[in-house]
């Protein structure tokens, strides 16, 4: 069922069950108005044939019972202390009267009652010697017959009142829906190749609005998704049909030419460089889109580690593997401080890469400056190299997965996977990454870690 329907049902329903409600509530009140004030009228003829009946020493004349009978199929009894009945009017039936109703009678005083479609009021009458009981019982006919007007009339009301409700049920929900239908054709618009375009946020304050606004920051994630998946597609495919041309370009040439060992073992050694490389990207690669899987990352558990670990154990990978570049460490004096909760492995790798990075493309006889600091509300690595540097046009895509600057390329084989590795694992540690460049050249990465927030996954 559409939403239009259902807001239309609900609406209808409840204004038409509050008319509904208060047309009983009208018929109800005015029917207890009525009888209320038939039975003043029976209490007021009750206590005029009482008078009339004494003051004329207990008879009543033919013109007395004339002048008395002014209500519709009306009778009027007096009953003495003995409970017998000493005056009778009218021929139309009354209440059968009983020795226990009439005790009931001089004890309240007044008891009003109905019967068939008549009602009656019972009074007990108390003059000099005189101790009577009136029993005046007649037919509300007017009373009858205007109610039933009433009746009619709100059952005509409630009838045209049900087709205005809808009516106006259906305009309600056409109009509070607009902004909902504005936003569903705002919506078609957009596709993977419009996805730069925004939805309006109105006034700003309501629902829509926020809604509207949510959406747009939806689309944002969304947009940058598609852009980076696009350049990471371009960039992939460049990157590994390289190594795989030049590695079928070898073998090749080698089956061709290659005669002696040691040109087959030369050809065997470039095939296992290009092969390490397919399998350095293919790792990078993998460890990046898993940790770009929300819950695979959900399964990674955060410790309390001082962070100088992960930093020595980082700079001993790279020592290894550059033992020809000065590495210089400084740490704070108090280094029990420095503990936060990490995935000590992970971070590792982040440091790690970034010192690679430092090495790889600074001089051999250039320092590697690699620091740890306390700072506001957190800790913070640097690692600062002497190298070649980072073009300023450049950095809006330095993380970004497989990109690398011309510089690099031209100076070192890599696949542009690191950075990217590196900021996506600063997040989940809820930190950040930056990079400032000096003014001749070097660059020097600084990575912020908060104090004791958790991570975020």
Same mark, same amino acid.
């Given at each position: 069922? @559409?939403?239009?329907? /259902? ?80 005056? &009778? ?36 009458? *108390?003059?000099?010697?005189? /101790? ?13 017959? /205007? ?28 109009? &509070? ?11 078609? *618009? ?22 509207? &606004?949510?959406?747009?920051? @939806? ?10 998946? !696009? ?38 050694? &470039? ?13 990078? @690669? ?11 990352? !959900? ?16 700079? *001993? ?105 590196? !900021? ?21 990465? @600084? ?11």
């Amino acid at each position: 069922m @559409l939403i239009r329907t /259902r807001l239309t049902l609900f609406f209808a329903g409840l204004m038409l069950g509050l008319l509904v409600l208060l047309s009983v509530g009208i018929y109800v009140f005015d029917k207890q108005s009525q009888e209320k004030l038939f039975y003043q009228r029976l209490q007021r003829k009750a206590e005029a044939t009482a008078e009339v009946y004494v003051r004329k020493h207990r008879r009543l004349e033919e013109t007395d019972k004339i002048l008395l009978l002014t209500q519709e199929k009306q009778h009027e009894a007096i009953y003495d202390e003995a409970n017998q009945i000493i005056y &009778s009017s009218g021929r139309y039936k009354y209440y059968p009267v009983t020795a226990r109703f009439l005790n009931r009678i001089r004890t309240k005083r007044e008891v009003t009652f109905s019967f068939e479609d008549k009602q009656g009021i019972g009074k007990f009458f *108390q003059k000099g010697d005189d /101790r009577l009981i009136i029993i005046v019982t007649a037919e509300d006919t007017f009373g009858h017959q /205007r109610l039933e007007a009433l009746k009619n009339n709100l059952l005509v009301v409630n009838i045209l009142g049900a087709g205005l409700v809808i009516a106006l049920a259906w305009l309600f929900s056409d109009r &509070s829906l607009q902004p909902v239908q504005h936003l569903l054709d705002d919506i078609r *618009q957009l596709s993977l190749v419009n996805l730069h375009g925004r939805l309006p946020t109105g006034n700003g304050r309501d629902e829509m609005a926020s809604l509207s &606004s949510q959406f747009n920051h @939806l689309l944002d994630r969304l947009d940058e998704t598609v852009r980076q998946n !696009q350049t990471f597609v371009t960039n992939a495919s460049h990157e590994l049909r390289t190594p795989l041309a030049n590695l079928l370009g070898t073998l090749q040439v080698s089956l061709t030419y290659d005669q002696q060992p040691d040109m087959i073992k030369a050809t065997l050694q &470039s095939s296992v460089e290009e092969v390490q490389a397919l399998i350095r990207l293919t790792n990078d @690669l993998l460890l990046l889109a898993e940790l770009g899987v929300e819950n695979q990352v !959900q399964t990674l558990s955060f410790d309390d580690f001082l962070l100088v670990e992960p930093l020595l154990d980082a700079v *001993q990978m790279v020592r290894r593997q550059y033992p020809q570049y000065p590495i210089e460490v400084t740490l704070p004096d108090d280094i029990d401080c420095c503990q936060v909760p990490i995935h000590a492995d992970l971070m590792v790798i982040a440091l790690s890469n970034l010192m690679d990075n430092a090495c790889k493309y600074s001089a051999p006889d250039q320092p590697v400056k690699v620091a740890l600091q306390s700072v506001e509300q957190g800790f913070e690595y640097t690692i600062q190299d002497y190298g070649i540097g980072i073009p300023a046009k450049a950095l809006p895509h330095l993380f970004t997965p497989l990109f690398r600057a011309e510089n690099a390329r031209q100076v070192q084989k890599g696949n542009g996977v690191g950075l990217a590795l590196v !900021q996506r694992i600063v997040q989940l540690h809820g930190g950040t990454v930056k990079v400032e460049l000096t003014a001749e050249t070097g660059t020097t990465f @600084l990575v912020w870690l908060p104090a004791r927030n958790k991570a975020i996954i």
